[in-house]
């Protein structure tokens, strides 16, 4: 897009329809009052938006018609997208092998902004495992799969990325600019990121970018830690990922 494209305001009405989906995927089903506070849209026009969307499929009601949730129409969006990726089809059976060969969870991730987003997992062969879901978004910089892509950016690009303060998701997460460079240095040297504990205490990940011919914006994979696909800032890459319990 350009400059002047970028300059221009957003259609008010796609940008709340937007937000209303974003809200509900994040979420989970709502009232109209909470979802009219969270929003700061007005009842009665949310009320129209949400019998619109309903109507079209993408928003669905619990049989007492009171809370909204995400309707079929969001599912098919999401898996069309998902169908169009070629990075799924470059690195499924490494992520098949991972699976196979260390037994742990093993997950696919790609960049949206600050944040890293699943959009392929093996489950692990134990029964007590990570619990994850594809379309979950993580904060990049505490987890292996966003530090391995955040990796394959200059320092600069990744402060513009971030947004800083940077949240502490565990006592072990990196939240200061020069730890954080510190580490992306040393990932760099070294090839791969290691999650010690920065996400979830008690789960340590491993990841590597792998490049591939994909999207823009690369993906990253992890065997709750293993595989992944991640972009250069132009270039399309992708990470690999696996996530293992500390010894």
């Not at 944040?115 to 692990?124: D, G």
């Not at 594809?134 to 904060?139: A, D, F």
Request: with cysteine; proline share 10%; net charge neutral.
């Amino acid at each position: 897009m350009n400059q002047q494209g970028a300059a221009r305001p957003p259609v008010k009405s796609a940008d709340r329809t937007l937000e209303l989906l974003e809200a509900l995927a994040a979420g989970g089903p709502r009232g109209l009052v909470e979802l009219a506070r969270e929003l700061d849209i007005p009842k009665s026009s949310l009320h129209g938006l949400l019998r619109t969307m309903s109507r079209r499929g993408w928003v669905e009601t619990d049989p007492t018609g009171t809370r909204f949730g995400l309707g079929v129409r969001a599912l098919q969006v999401g898996a069309a997208y998902l169908d169009s990726d070629d990075a799924l089809g470059l690195v499924n059976a490494t992520l098949d092998a991972l699976a196979e060969r260390f037994g742990e969870t093993v997950h696919l991730g790609r960049l949206d902004g600050p944040n890293v987003v699943y959009i392929a997992k093996r489950e692990s062969a134990h029964p007590l495992r990570l619990f994850s879901a594809i379309g979950r978004r993580l904060p990049a910089h505490a987890t292996a799969l966003g530090k391995a892509l955040l990796a394959q950016r200059t320092d600069a690009d990744v402060d513009r990325l971030l947004d800083w303060p940077l949240p502490a998701l565990t006592a072990h997460t990196v939240t200061t600019p020069e730890a954080l460079h510190a580490e992306l240095a040393t990932i760099r040297d070294h090839g791969h990121a290691v999650d010690r504990e920065e996400n979830t205490e008690g789960i340590m990940c491993l990841a590597v970018a792998v490049p591939c011919a994909a999207r823009p914006s690369t993906p990253s994979a992890s065997p709750s830690p293993w595989p992944a696909c991640a972009p250069p800032p132009r270039p399309t890459s992708s990470p690999t990922s696996t996530t293992t319990p500390p010894p």
